[in-house]
């Protein structure tokens, strides 16, 4: 089974930029549309962005939509998330994962996840 | 934008049933995927399209539908169920990724 692994967080001031990366162990990356989902301390899961398999197609929550931009390179096996003007409220631990799968085994689900990378916003 | 509703809390004693629910105006045409989160790692995909159980998966945990409510029920819990639970599903153009608020299931 493929494996995700994050990276490119850490302490970042107000108004800065980032770019996160989620490299996939395997080629299989490149049949799996990808989505990334936060979670702030004290608060739940909150789905940000989807870039399909091809990387044509990106949708976001629209909170984000202004300021994050998803992307991907299948010849790097890596998915991306630029983050542009942090603010103190993207403090969180960023998650990278599949969404569905070709075979439809398990629908639309996000059945592989990485153990994330933490986004510190200083103010 | 589309939300949908859980419960914040739910605890039960060991070995009891747990039922968590989740509302939403989309449901009765979109599926609903359950997650489990722990503390340090990363979430696990629980149930999928409304009752369907990856391998892996111990058949103490099922999940329904019906209307605009799903439920997660965890039968004969165990103190390891203790974690935050969350439903997911899709706007009615079933492109938008809508979880829900998150439930924390307390052992006692």
């Known amino acids: 089974e493929m494996e995700l692994l994050e990276s490119g967080g850490g302490l970042v001031p107000a108004g800065g930029s980032l770019r996160l990366s989620c490299t996939a162990s395997?080629?299989?990356?490149?049949?799996?549309?990808m989505s990334w989902v936060r979670r702030a301390p004290g608060k739940g899961l909150e789905w940000l962005s989807l870039?399909?398999?091809?990387?044509?197609?990106?949708y976001y929550t629209d909170s984000v939509r202004d300021r994050f931009t998803i992307s991907r390179d299948n010849s790097k096996n890596t998915l991306y998330l630029q983050i542009d003007s942090l603010r103190a409220e993207d403090t969180a631990v960023y998650y990278c994962?599949?969404?569905?799968?070709?075979?439809?085994?398990?629908?639309?689900?996000?059945?592989?996840w990485g153990q994330g990378t933490s986004v510190i916003v200083s103010s | 934008s589309y939300e949908l509703t859980q419960p914040p809390s739910v605890s039960v004693s060991p070995g009891q049933t747990a039922r968590v629910t989740c509302s939403g105006d989309?449901?009765?045409?979109?599926?609903v995927y359950w997650y489990q989160h722990k503390p340090g790692q990363a979430p696990q995909l629980i149930i999928h399209?409304?009752?369907r159980r990856p391998s892996g998966i111990p058949e103490r945990f099922s999940g329904s539908s019906s209307g605009t409510t799903a439920t997660l029920t965890i039968s004969g819990v165990q103190a390891d169920d203790e974690a935050d639970y969350y439903c997911?599903?899709?706007?009615?153009?079933?492109?938008?990724?809508?979880f829900g608020g998150g439930t924390k299931l307390t052992v006692l």
């Open positions: 994962s599949n969404r569905g799968s070709p075979n439809g085994l398990y629908g639309d689900a996000s059945h592989i």
């Open positions: 395997t080629s299989a990356f490149t049949i799996y549309a």
């Open positions: 870039v399909s398999v091809s990387g044509g197609r990106t």
């Open positions: 989309a449901l009765p045409n979109q599926y």
């Open positions: 399209e409304d009752t």
């Open positions: 997911q599903s899709a706007d009615s153009s079933a492109t938008y990724v809508v």
